[in-house]
């Protein structure tokens, strides 16, 4: 099983700063990795797939980066709506996710 | 828009059987691949399975032996069951639709709680 390993745990930022999340996978996964946003009560939403490709309505300040085994979620002002837990996800050899990173306000 | 929402027992007791659905609603089920995913409290998402609405279906390996996945066409939905469940299956159950690997829209989540 590839095993997904997201860092930090918990980042702590400021509104209009960038953040970076990270996510490394136990063995190379090429491109096929996926980030999601979850909110308290609220269903994941998928942010990017492809590794870089944004999906659907995701504003322009999320983008993607990274490949086979290191891949980076950055965030490059961050809004108030933004703060939030997010998870990656390969789905190059069946589907693992990550433990999470808890993005909150600092 | 693409709805999907959950429905089910929020209580089982040890050894019975789960059993979910969640209803899909802003596309037809006639196409993609239909998954469950659950999140124990405080662990991290894990895949359960899929199923295609062709009838196709394929589970994670470590649950394989207690899983069934159903779809019903006609209802727009399709249905989960998990049996001898114990402690450990107690998590948040989502249904999610996949597209090429991802999941793009997923259910709200309903929690499921295994104890007698």
């Known amino acids: 099983e590839i095993v997904m390993t997201q860092s930090p745990a918990t980042l702590s930022v400021s509104p209009g700063e960038r953040a970076t999340l990270s996510c490394r996978a136990s063995?190379?996964?090429?491109?096929?990795l996926a980030w999601y946003q979850q909110k308290p009560g609220q269903a994941p939403r998928l942010l990017i797939y492809?590794?870089?490709t944004r999906a659907t309505g995701i504003p322009a300040r999320f983008s993607g980066s990274g490949s086979e085994t290191e891949f980076t979620l950055t965030i490059s002002s961050l809004q108030s709506e933004d703060f939030a837990v997010y998870y990656c996800q390969q789905y190059n050899e069946w589907y693992t996710f990550g433990q999470g990173t808890n993005l909150d306000i600092k | 828009q693409v709805q999907l929402q959950e429905s089910g027992p929020g209580l089982v007791k040890p050894s019975e059987t789960l059993s979910l659905t969640c209803t899909v609603s802003?596309?037809?089920?006639?196409?993609?691949?239909w998954s469950w995913i659950r999140q124990p409290p405080g662990k991290e998402l894990e895949f359960i399975g899929y199923i295609h609405y062709s009838g196709g279906t394929n589970y994670n390996p470590s649950l394989k032996s207690r899983v069934t996945i159903s779809v019903d066409t006609s209802k727009n939905q399709f249905s989960l069951k998990l049996a001898s469940v114990t402690a450990a299956d107690t998590a948040v159950y989502h249904c999610a639709r996949e597209v090429y690997g991802s999941f793009n829209n997923w259910g709200q989540g309903t929690l499921v709680t295994v104890s007698s």
């Open positions: 492809g590794a870089s």
């Open positions: 063995q190379s996964v090429s491109s096929n």
């Open positions: 802003g596309v037809p089920i006639n196409n993609y691949y």
